[in-house]
């Protein structure tokens, strides 16, 4: 008997110790459940792991303005193809010129596709001039068909207002009212490393938009355009994407989307758009004049100043160009300026090189009087030289 009543409480004490066990891993687990899952009743939104993970500015309210106001734009022109074999050959276009007379010309049409932005309720559109034009130098502006495809699947015809081969730009006019636009926004205050978005219609795409940064501000000698003050962007800019726009993180037009640098054709983080507060001049001349009125000293010829030339010509650094060659009824002559001078200085301005220079000199007003420094035999000396169109 006390056999049987020692083993029936060993029993009963192994299953006590056993739901103890069990009870107790059942509330640690209720616990744990409870400290993971916040509340229903909390006050607090939920984070996505999307804003966790990036850290990104939300920039869908900016596209939502300023998308409707990029438009497609495509045109079309008639040109003469010769048939001659030897079209493309620089040697026997060299020694025989046009050979249309001997092998005849045949009628073609190219074609080419970009955007443009709404600048103007009433019409008014801002794009590149290789978008309108294609890629050939010369062409009759009578003989190009232009089709404007809006945000709201409305296509219509523009006509060509006028165009600037040297910044690349180009206004279009489109019979509508009412259209959206974008603000126009001050490009000198931009930054590098500042938001931007590139939105156009890559590949014809329409209404794509893409995010990236200032790359850098005022870059020029690339080569695009004669006229060159661009913005660096890694906004992936696209085939189709020219003449589209870049606009800040406050949706303000900042640019216009030009170029991209690639050695594929395709994005490498590197495009091209001629600042807004150039845009906006280009544009103004063109509604008003139907051409870019720029000033003028006349025709000089400038190099650029090496270490060598700057110790023979007694500058004290290579800060600054060298008057080359001029011609004898520019203003700059009359002015005083000779072959040989170095410009140093433009209205208070150090020069840096020729294309900076050259590009003070388009933007200063027409009627003016320049103030030019030029440093001849080791002297400074302070010119005024008027301003012509």
């Not at 009628?107 to 050939?136: C, K, P, Q």
Request: proline content about 5%.
């Amino acid at each position: 008997m006390r056999t049987r009543g020692l083993v029936f409480a060993v029993l009963l004490l192994a299953c006590g110790m056993v739901t103890g066990m069990v009870l107790t891993g059942k509330m640690r687990q209720g616990d744990e459940v409870r400290a993971q899952t916040p509340p229903a009743a909390s006050s607090r939104a939920p984070v996505t792991p999307a804003s966790i993970s990036t850290g990104l500015p939300d920039f869908t309210r900016v596209a939502e303005r300023t998308v409707p106001a990029v438009a497609n734009i495509s045109s079309t022109q008639i040109v003469r193809r010769q048939n001659s074999p030897f079209a493309n050959d620089p040697f026997f276009r060299n020694f025989f010129g046009d050979q249309d007379d001997v092998f005849g010309s045949r009628r073609g049409v190219e074609s080419s596709l970009g955007s443009g932005v709404i600048i103007s309720a009433d019409g008014y559109i801002l794009t590149n001039n290789h978008v309108v034009t294609g890629e050939r130098q010369r062409v009759s502006l009578r003989d190009i068909d232009i089709t404007v495809a809006l945000n709201d699947k409305r296509e219509l015809p523009a006509q060509v207002v006028g165009v600037d081969p040297a910044t690349d730009l180009a206004l279009l006019k489109i019979n509508a009212r009412g259209l959206p636009t974008v603000t126009w926004g001050d490009s000198a205050h931009l930054k590098v490393a500042e938001w931007v978005l590139a939105i156009g219609n890559p590949y014809q795409l329409s209404q794509t938009v893409t995010l990236g940064i200032v790359s850098a501000i005022g870059r020029n000698n690339i080569g695009l355009a004669q006229y060159e003050d661009f913005i660096q962007t890694d906004a992936a800019i696209n085939p189709g994407n020219s003449g589209g726009a870049l606009v800040n993180a406050r949706g303000e037009l900042v640019g216009i989307n030009t170029a991209i640098f690639s050695e594929s054709g395709g994005y490498q983080g590197i495009g091209f758009a001629v600042p807004s507060n150039l845009a906006r001049k280009i544009a103004g001349d063109l509604q008003q004049y139907h051409q870019v009125r720029r000033g003028s000293i006349g025709g000089v010829t400038l190099a650029p100043l090496t270490t060598q030339m700057a110790e023979e010509l007694g500058v004290r650094d290579t800060r600054g160009v060298v008057v080359y060659r001029m011609a004898r009824d520019s203003s700059a002559y009359q002015a005083g300026i000779r072959p040989g001078d170095v410009i140093v200085s433009f209205n208070g301005t150090p020069v840096i090189d020729g294309s900076q220079l050259s590009r003070m000199v388009d933007d200063a007003r027409i009627g003016s009087t320049a103030t030019i420094d030029v440093v001849r035999q080791g002297r400074r000396i302070e010119l005024k030289v008027p301003v012509r169109e």
